[in-house]
């Protein structure tokens, strides 16, 4: 059994990072967990000219990032959380891995493609962002999956061991997945529509008739990871102490709206730290 943490950090980016920078200073212990470390947003900038002192472009960026967490000792683990469940203590799941934490402190980012219409909609009523949680149900089914990069090809087979045949939408090139009944599809997905449940996804092709959606990308709406999370719109709703609606649960980053910019990100990164140790300092 893993140890149970004072806080576990969901997120690879600028306020994950900062936030677990801010808990080390603080003397917790953490897991600072995501599915990439600093992760492709900060890497693919151009040039940062709105962070203080930095002057450069999102790979040198990085590089100062890794060597102060090199010299600080922030260990970053790998891993997409798939699940995360209030209580006292908080489990996180990532695939088969479970991991438990006194506080959680999210900090997914926002999927710059946004949603399709429908897709917050008929969030658990056929749509899922999690093939491993999700794919039994499934079982002889006719399904598609929204891929949006090859990492997500894995999930594709893992679904595809389920179902009678996964239609695959996938964003990006030249995709080939090993198993008979995916086939694959070039068309952008338009809506998923239907009635109490999922019933087809709408694309540039025409109507295709399903019983579940998957959407598998990287970064998955708070409210479909986290149960009973408060949002607005897209944006998990916070007080100035980056707390949410479920106690023990801080936010910071993206997730929690705009504007969308690295300085705002780690300020909130650094909030979200301090408001979980004074809560944990009262528990
Ligand atoms: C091309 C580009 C250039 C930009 N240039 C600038 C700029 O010059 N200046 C500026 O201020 N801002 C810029 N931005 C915006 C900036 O990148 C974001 O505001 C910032 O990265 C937000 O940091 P974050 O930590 O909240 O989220 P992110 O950087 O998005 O990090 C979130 C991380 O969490 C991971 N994640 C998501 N879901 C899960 C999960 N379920 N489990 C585990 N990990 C998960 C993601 O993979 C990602 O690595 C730019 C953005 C882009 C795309």
């Known amino acids: 059994m893993e140890q149970?943490?004072?806080?576990?950090?969901?997120?690879g980016g600028i306020a994950g990072y900062t936030a677990a920078l801010t808990l080390k200073s603080l003397k917790r212990s953490f897991l600072w967990l995501g599915s990439e470390r600093f992760g492709e947003k900060l890497l693919k900038a151009e040039y940062v000219r709105n962070f203080p002192a930095l002057v450069g472009d999102g790979k040198l960026f990085a590089a100062?990032?890794?060597?102060?967490?090199?010299?600080?000792?922030?260990?970053?683990?790998?891993?997409r959380a798939d699940?995360?469940?209030?209580g006292m203590p908080f489990t996180v799941t990532a695939g088969d891995k479970v991991y438990t934490g006194r506080a959680v402190i999210l900090a997914t980012g926002v999927d710059a493609a946004g949603a399709v219409?429908?897709?917050?909609?008929?969030?658990g009523r056929g749509v899922s962002y999690?093939?491993?949680?999700?794919?039994?149900?499934?079982?002889?089914?006719?399904?598609?999956?929204v891929v949006a990069s090859p990492k997500f090809a894995e999930e594709?087979?893992?679904?595809?061991?389920?179902?009678?045949?996964?239609?695959?939408?996938?964003?990006?090139?030249?995709?080939?997945?090993?198993?008979?009944?995916?086939?694959?599809?070039?068309?952008?997905?338009?809506?998923?529509?239907?009635?109490?449940?999922v019933e087809a996804l709408v694309t540039e092709g025409g109507e295709l008739p399903v019983s579940g959606v998957f959407f598998l990308k990287e970064s998955a709406p708070p409210a479909a990871l986290c149960g009973g999370l408060e949002t607005e719109g897209s944006a998990v709703k916070t007080?100035?102490?980056?707390?949410?609606?479920?106690?023990?649960?801080?936010?910071?980053?993206?997730?929690?709206?705009?504007?969308?910019?690295?300085?705002?990100?780690?300020?909130?990164?650094?909030?979200?730290?301090?408001?979980?140790?004074?809560?944990?300092?009262?528990?």
């Open 130 to 145: 999690c093939a491993v949680c999700d794919g039994a149900l499934y079982k002889d089914k006719t399904i598609a999956a």
């Open 156 to 197: 594709v087979e893992y679904l595809a061991g389920y179902a009678a045949e996964v239609h695959a939408f996938c964003l990006y090139p030249n995709a080939a997945f090993s198993a008979k009944n995916v086939t694959v599809h070039t068309g952008k997905p338009r809506a998923v529509t239907g009635g109490l449940r």
């Open 64 to 79: 100062r990032l890794s060597e102060q967490a090199e010299r600080e000792g922030i260990s970053f683990t790998h891993g």
């Open 239 to 283: 007080g100035r102490d980056m707390s949410t609606n479920l106690a023990g649960l801080f936010a910071a980053g993206d997730v929690t709206g705009r504007p969308y910019q690295y300085v705002k990100a780690a300020g909130e990164g650094l909030t979200a730290a301090y408001s979980a140790h004074a809560y944990l300092s009262k528990v």
């Open 83 to 86: 699940g995360i469940y209030a």
């Open 117 to 123: 219409a429908g897709e917050r909609e008929f969030l």
């Open 4 to 11: 149970t943490y004072d806080v576990i950090v969901v997120g």
